[in-house]
């Protein structure tokens, strides 16, 4: 599990668009969202720099927590 601090999140929307874009990669992947802590859990065959380049793909900034 990878967790990464993920800023300008702040709906059901922007959970979605996440979720989704690391989905869409890698449908097998369990991903968890802390909206109100801006954080994002993910267990996934993708390396790290996959998924920040899809959240960053959606608009938002993404560190490796």
Same mark, same amino acid.
């Given at each position: 599990m990878q967790t990464f601090n993920v800023?300008?999140?702040t709906c059901g929307?922007? #959970?979605r668009a996440v979720t989704n =874009?690391?989905?869409g990669e890698d449908p097998a992947a369990e #991903?968890? %969202?802390d909206l109100p802590k801006g954080? %994002? =859990?993910v267990q996934?065959?993708?390396a790290a720099e996959q998924v920040i380049g899809l959240i960053e793909e959606e608009g938002?900034? %993404?560190q490796i927590a």
């Open positions: 800023q300008g999140m929307h922007c #959970v =874009a690391i989905k #991903v968890q %969202v954080e %994002v =859990a996934s065959r993708l938002y900034s %993404v």
